[in-house]
């Protein structure tokens, strides 16, 4: 390839870099908005209904029969869920809004971290961590990144008599695969686009803890950076959480 050329091939992924980059942050704008609308609209009524439920239960409670009581805790119960749903939206605005600050990125290093942070609380799955090429981001979103899918991994492979959850990488072209895999209860594949989307959940609240945002938060996090993420699994056969970051063109040439 000529220099010429070169320079023209440059140019061209330049000008879709920024158009993608233009296309990303309209989207975030638009669900900033959102979020700060459903926030602020909903928040009032909704402390208004916990608070009456309150107020129902402890007050009213010799008036009410056993089904009234039932039902004045549910309807306690959907209002705390309800808010907690809006702080989610929330900070998935504030994270979609926080600076961008890209460097090198020692991957190793951050996911053994998040590795220890888990075992201090309590984690008994066998972690097992390959060599990890070093990643360019925003070393604060990609912490967040590991920590989302490491919890996730540990949260489903709970179940298991010896949970294994193991964690590599490959260099796939310009772009660098890491691959969270585990042993755990897995998913039904035919619904693993549904995996990443705000408040999608393939397991029910009573088998396992959580409101549906943490896959979320890591595919936006992901797109911020360029790159891709997506999963692989069977029902009772484990589970592989996959996430690419691109690799500059300055640090393949210093290599």
């Known amino acids: 390839m000529t220099q010429e050329s070169s320079d023209t091939e440059r140019a061209r992924l330049a000008r879709a870099l920024a158009d993608r980059t233009a296309q990303l942050e309209a989207v975030t704008a638009e669900f900033d908005q959102f979020a700060q609308s459903l926030s602020h609209d909903l928040r009032a009524p909704l402390r208004a209904l916990d608070g009456f439920a309150r107020v129902l239960a402890e007050d009213y409670a010799d008036k009410l029969d056993a089904d009234g009581k039932k039902y004045v805790d549910i309807l306690a119960a959907g209002a705390r869920k309800a808010s907690l749903m ?4 929330a900070a998935l605005s504030r994270l979609c809004r926080k ?3 890209p460097a090198a990125v020692n991957m190793a ?3 053994a971290r998040k590795v220890a942070q888990l075992r ?3 984690a008994r799955a066998a ?5 990890l090429p070093e990643a360019w981001g925003d070393e604060d979103m990609l912490g ?6 490491l919890q996730n991994a540990v949260k489903f492979t709970a ?3 010896q949970p294994a959850i193991e964690i590599s990488a490959r260099t796939d072209g310009r772009q660098v695969v890491y691959c969270i895999r585990d042993n755990g209860v897995g998913f039904d594949p035919q619904y693993a686009g549904r995996l990443f989307g705000v408040f999608q959940r393939l397991h029910t609240g009573a088998d396992f803890e959580g409101r549906g945002i943490g896959l979320a938060i890591v595919r936006r996090l992901i797109n911020r950076h ?9 029902v009772n056969q484990g589970a592989s959480f996959f996430f690419s970051l691109p690799i500059p063109e300055d640090l393949t040439a210093g290599k």
């Open 144 to 149: 967040t990144i590991w920590e989302q899918l």
């Open 99 to 101: 600076p961008f600050r």
């Open 120 to 122: 201090d609380q309590g």
């Open 109 to 111: 290093e951050l996911a």
């Open 86 to 89: 809006i702080d989610d939206l």
């Open 159 to 161: 179940s298991q008599a």
């Open 226 to 234: 360029g790159g891709k993420v997506w999963a692989e699994g069977k």
């Open 127 to 131: 972690f097992r961590i390959d060599s």
